[in-house]
DNA sequence: TTGAAAGCGTTACCAC
DNA sequence: GTGGTAACGCTTTCAA
């Protein structure tokens, strides 16, 4: 049987409450008795049980962290991250994936007590403001990402700015036929300012795909460019395999345009090779440009132009905002936006 | 305050018991009660404590899965399946990344108890046998990946047999002068047996390196091509920027090879970029292949020839055995082996 | 400074 | 079938 602070306190002549004192080393004890618990912890190899003392003290020590879709190069950053920078803070982190069931990201809402954590980090899909208001009792919550809401914290890149840059990017190289790739499944307004309700369900990126659309969107509007929406790629899941198969199609049903946005790094690799196998040359024949400027993308052919943030900055801050909530439930909701900025690489070369 | 199974068996007029048995729907209850309890339950809206639980029963539903480095996209894979498996078990995952520090493998082993996990899924580094040994008690263990063992459930593809295959497929292709890329930092003999105990610390792979170093050897052996240190580069991170720079720097001190043989397909994606920054065309004039058969390698310019397996079918069995030793932990230690095969791709076409 | 005892929320044992 | 009660291992009052 794996020895309890007890057994601890028996091997050491003392009582349970002065081993806790020795192993949480806030109270003074004398260096004497120290010693002789240190000894018959190290004697027993005692371990904490972290069950007993979650039961005891209400915290576990642990965070959960969701993402849509665990399969993303992108969401393989955010976990690398979360789980270097929770580590340093004395945290574990529990993973949960949420894009194959969409209600899972309500039941990690209302239920997130249950499942051992202190807190949880969120990237949401299918989240507006009614949907926090009526979880209930929230647990300490930060949403990494874009929701309009303003009632728990929140870390993001402003996703308009960051399109209308990138997109103006291109308008700059003298593109004017551009194309994007990851547009929501069914056309909306453009602004998408409150029309958050009833979003469909299972597309992962559908708040970021809207913002992201809006800023194409404006860029094209500032250079009096009409929007032209059979340029308007959509695609459901945000994976390359589906950008391959829709750009592919694309090239065949219509005219080359002068340049491919899609809306995420891993999207336009499925692009470029959806291009190479056509026989199209990038940047010669058309431009690519990504979005998120994931490790892989100065090594795709060419060199993918995308936009770029400081991932671990977004992901220190999604974890202090949460420390906060977790010290002071209280506390007031902070939004956090980490700036962007637009890396030019070879595939929008001219 | 959240409800108890106290305050549920209040409102519903039965005892605490009575609640658990509903919510554990193990024992007969009338169905009388058993709505009476329900519709409490539904009422206060009553979300059992784990921790309490857990200190109970002494299981926390929860599974630990520890990776050498998460930003890989094989790693990537690999909790995306974990996550997605373990939830239809109903175990949650915690993760844990051991690359940055060594003796973080060792911790998990003897302090995996402490983490409020009921086992572990451990891809191994820096361990051997006497380090298994040495850990104490072990928590329910399964290692994905190799090591010379057989203490522990383990689960692998054959490293060796794989990496001669695709040796065998390059030399069938013409190829003499065959570069691998990720060989270990010290070289070492062939085999590799029982010379496992100092293996250098925090070199991701580093058992996954020897073996396929060894089976890249043996092909070479099999055909009667004597082994060149030269074309041996050793890498010490299997990361894409490390396999560029390495292979950008190879370019320019020796004459082209006749292929690049790439431990994992985000090193292939760096080599390929380094060959297509040097002006070399794949397959024209070099050929390329990888190891993981990650989702990118499809899309890479040229797709990318690789060693594929099932990776669904490997991390269910992981799970499978792990469950195993949860069940009895006196269970004897069972190795499974899945098959893998050669994916055939433009990147080696002749 | 240290010891004794209570209690966190659950489930298991044993009566009824 | 269901209700009391004890116990899991820890920390935290309160006393000594």
């Excluded at 004398?30 to 004697?43: D, H, I, K, N, Y």
């Excluded at 399969?71 to 580590?87: C, D, F």
Aim: negative net charge; charged residues 25%; proline residues 7%.
């Amino acid at each position: 049987m794996r020895p309890t602070v007890k057994d601890v306190a028996k091997l050491a002549g003392v009582s349970p409450k002065t081993v806790s004192n020795v192993i949480n080393g806030i109270v003074f004890v004398r260096p004497e008795t120290r010693a002789r618990v240190e000894s018959a912890l190290a004697e027993l190899d005692y371990v904490p049980n972290m069950s007993a003392r979650g039961l005891r003290n209400g915290r576990t020590g642990m965070i959960a962290l969701a993402l849509p879709d665990l399969l993303r190069p992108y969401s393989a950053e955010i976990v690398h991250l979360v789980v270097e920078l929770a580590h340093e803070r004395g945290w574990g982190v529990q993973i949960e994936q949420t894009a194959a069931e969409p209600k899972r990201e309500f039941e990690l809402l209302s239920k997130a007590r249950a499942y051992l954590v202190d807190g949880l980090i969120l990237n949401p899909v299918n989240l507006d403001d009614s949907a926090v208001l009526s979880a209930g009792p929230l647990p300490p919550l930060v949403l990494i990402g874009d929701v309009d809401q303003d009632l728990v914290s929140q870390v993001a890149i402003d996703n308009v700015a960051a399109a209308r840059d990138l997109t103006q990017h291109l308008l700059d190289r003298g593109c004017r036929r551009i194309a994007v790739v990851g547009t929501p499944e069914v056309p909306r307004g453009s602004s998408g300012a409150g029309v958050l309700a009833g979003s469909s369900a299972g597309e992962p990126g559908t708040a970021a795909s809207r913002l992201r659309t809006a800023g194409y969107r404006e860029a094209l509007a500032a250079a009096g460019i009409p929007v032209d929406p059979a340029l308007e790629i959509s695609l459901d899941r945000w994976r390359p395999e589906g950008a391959a198969t829709v750009v592919g199609k694309y090239l065949t049903e219509h005219e080359l345009p002068d340049a491919f946005f899609c809306f995420t790094d891993s999207m336009a690799a499925g692009a470029l090779s959806a291009l190479w196998s056509a026989g199209v040359r990038v940047p010669e024949q058309t431009l690519v440009a990504g979005f998120d400027n994931i490790l892989e993308s100065q090594f795709m052919i060419p060199p993918l132009t995308t936009i770029d943030f400081d991932r671990r900055e977004f992901v220190a801050a999604a974890l202090d905002l949460l420390g906060e909530r977790m010290a002071d439930k209280a506390a007031p909701p902070r939004r956090v936006m980490v700036p962007h900025r637009v890396i030019e690489r070879a595939s929008t070369a001219r």
